[in-house]
């Protein structure tokens, strides 16, 4: 790798911005590319790139002007929790397991402790504040868990004006109703409060809190992986 690329791809890491490094295996030229930016490039070439992108896999490639090898640098997923509730327990171990970096949100520290939540971040602040330190992206997913709208309302407001890639929020449809009724008198879409996932996770039944955290942690897989489905 030559030091110019490295510098970007450096630089690139640095501002959390996927790129792709395509290198021709025949004649070792390379080439940064970027997964938000592929219009204009051959048809061939910019759907691999974005598959590649998209599952987090490297890998060669046939086009017109060769072989490549596409070389994926994704910034790091990362899961947001506000809320450190029981449901968060489970659903902080699992998402640690499916490679994510997760925060834990809650003003409440009686409730946001290390014992509880061992080998995660956490995050006394309120959610408004936490989250624009944190600065949500494309490869960030936020799921809010208390029910309360003193802290889950500032967090999706945040979150909304974010390219976060998922955004869930627990309760009941009466619950998600009385919730979008208070976003759109904040003066939020229904295009924008479209992005809600509410109640939150894939409807498999779930009704323990590793269940529901199963079902949560499906629905963030999915969106990431299948984002127009």
């Known amino acids: 790798m030559k030091s110019a690329t490295l510098a970007q791809i450096q630089a690139d890491r640095a501002a959390k911005r996927a790129v792709v490094l ?8 390379e080439r940064l590319i970027y997964p938000n930016a592929l219009d ?8 691999a790139v974005g598959n590649a992108a998209r599952n987090d896999q490297s890998g060669n490639v046939d086009t017109p002007e060769g072989k ?7 910034p790091p997923l990362r899961l947001v929790v506000v809320g450190a509730v029981h449901i968060a327990q489970p659903l902080a171990r699992m998402a640690a397991l499916a490679g994510y970096d997760v925060t834990i949100i809650d003003p409440r520290s009686a409730f946001a402790t290390n014992e509880r939540f061992p080998g995660v971040t956490i995050s006394t602040e309120w959610p408004d504040e936490a989250l624009a330190k944190l600065k949500p992206d ?10 309360d709208p003193k802290i889950d309302d500032p967090a999706l407001e945040a979150t909304l004006r974010s390219p976060a890639f998922y955004v869930g929020s627990l309760g009941s449809r009466k619950t998600h109703n009385a919730r979008l009724y208070r976003l759109h008198k904040a003066g939020f879409t229904e295009t924008e409060t479209a992005r809600i996932h509410g109640p939150v996770g894939l409807g498999i039944g779930a009704k ?19 984002p127009k489905s």
């Open 22 to 29: 395509a290198t021709n295996l025949a004649t070792g030229a």
């Open 208 to 226: 323990s809190p590793a269940e529901i955290a199963v079902a949560i942690l499906a629905q963030i897989t999915e969106r990431l992986r299948q």
């Open 68 to 74: 490549l090898f596409l070389h994926v640098f994704n």
């Open 40 to 47: 204009g490039l051959e048809p061939l070439l910019a759907a």
């Open 138 to 147: 494309a490869r960030t997913a936020v799921v809010t868990l208390t029910h």
